[in-house]
């Protein structure tokens, strides 16, 4: 069964730092992985899919890798600004299955 | 153009009572799914749908039940409410299983 942990579950910066966010998942057959961020008693916002096939992916001040091997992806924000503060979580769809694994989320904020 | 819509977005029912939830995917999408968060977890996956198929379904009770409309809109029903049926409900559309998947903003279900 998949499981898919985030680490860490909360953490607090002053606004302009870079940082990591990580995702772990158990087993490394995924169809892709996709990171979403959400505000506070809002819905899922799209920020990046990678596929399978793919390493990385990058939008804006976004940067997510994908390492299927060792079960882990990393979302890089740079210049951290006060609007980034939210829950971010990621998500995989594994090979024989057509939904989302979800991890917990990593709860952000930056502050100004 | 439109994003995914869910209706209503704030529900009050009584234990026992019945409720439907109501989601349009983006124009074009054929595959919608459900997502049931509870506060302070990420969202488990409850159904989803494919050319208005059952493409899979979660580890939730038959009280619940979904289905999808020749136009690709659907319903998730959830009958005998239980306090702990209080949760913010999720539909996603994408086009198909190696594509972007983009939430609604949720529908948020309290029973008392």
């Known amino acids: 069964k998949q499981e898919v942990t985030q680490i860490p579950a909360a953490l607090s910066v002053p606004e302009g730092e870079n940082l990591v966010l990580n995702c772990s998942f158990t087993?490394?057959?995924?169809?892709?992985l996709q990171w979403f961020r959400q505000d506070p008693g809002k819905g899922l916002t799209s920020l990046l899919l990678?596929?399978?096939?793919?390493r990385e992916q990058t939008s804006g001040r976004l940067n997510a890798s994908l390492d299927k091997s060792s079960g882990r992806s990393t979302l890089y924000i740079a210049a951290s600004q006060p609007g980034d503060s939210a829950t971010y979580l990621c998500a995989v769809i594994n090979n024989y299955g057509q939904n989302f694994v979800f991890g917990p989320g990593t709860r952000l904020s930056v502050l100004p | 153009d439109a994003g995914v819509t869910q209706s209503p977005t704030h529900l009050i029912k009584t234990r026992g009572q019945h409720v439907t939830l109501r989601c349009s995917p983006i124009s074009g999408h054929k595959s919608v799914s459900w997502y049931q968060q509870v506060l302070g977890q990420g969202p488990q996956f409850i159904f989803q749908y494919y050319e208005k198929e059952e493409r899979g379904r979660g580890n939730f009770p038959d009280r619940f039940s979904a289905r999808q409309f020749p136009n690709y809109s659907s319903e998730l029903n959830v009958n005998a409410l239980l306090l702990g049926d209080s949760a913010l409900y999720l539909c996603?559309?994408?086009?198909?299983?190696?594509?972007?998947?983009?939430f609604g903003q949720g529908t948020r279900l309290t029973v008392v």
């Open positions: 087993d490394s057959a995924i169809y892709n």
């Open positions: 990678i596929q399978s096939s793919q």
């Open positions: 996603a559309s994408s086009h198909g299983r190696n594509t972007e998947a983009f």
